[in-house]
DNA sequence: GCCAACGTTGGC
DNA sequence: GCCAACGTTGGC
């Protein structure tokens, strides 16, 4: 899951009361499908830090409730209200998620980049501006390993 | 700030 | 159903 660090980082997600918090504002069909329709109580998810100075793999966080409707779309107030998004038939969703660990340096996009075995990683496709998108065993471990050879 | 690559909207 | 216009994402 992807967040652009300025506005919520894995530390601001730590600092969180228990470290958990709502995932809101996901406003694209195909990342809400995976929220709505794979994500599992006890899943573990990379935090990713978008449009920064070093995008990347931030740490790694667990889903805790699976999802609900997103109720920052019916709120008028807040920037995420969708006029269109009808109480009665939730059009967007979210689940909550939970710190669980932040990693020592951030397993940047330049090097996910440089792993052949990556190299079908959803994430690394071109073109790609997904949010939110599932990560295999394989390309998980992969990852988890870079974290302690640095 | 630029721009590629999308996704969405709305007229027809 | 097509497609142009527009808005957004996100790396660089």
Redesign the pocket.
């Known amino acids: 899951m992807?967040s652009?660090p300025d506005a919520f980082s894995i530390d601001d997600l730590r600092a969180c009361p228990k470290g958990t918090d709502h995932w809101d504002g996901i406003?694209?069909?195909?990342a809400r499908n995976f929220m709505r329709d794979e994500m599992k109580k006890g899943d573990l998810v990379f935090f990713?830090h978008?449009?920064?100075d070093v995008?990347g793999v931030a740490g790694i966080m667990k889903v805790v409730r699976e999802s609900y409707p997103d109720f920052t779309a019916l709120d008028p107030e807040s920037r995420y209200f969708d006029p269109?998004s009808d109480p009665a038939n939730p059009r967007w969703y979210m689940v909550d998620v939970k710190f669980e660990r932040k990693f020592s340096h951030v397993v940047s996009?330049?090097e996910l980049?440089e792993r052949r075995s990556l190299k079908n990683m959803q994430l690394l496709?071109?073109?790609?501006?997904?949010?939110i998108m599932p990560v295999d065993r394989r390309e998980w471990d992969t990852i988890l390993k870079m974290t302690e050879t640095k």
């Open positions: 992807k652009e406003r694209n069909y195909q990713y978008s449009s920064c995008p269109k996009l330049s980049r496709q071109k073109g790609n501006r997904l949010s």
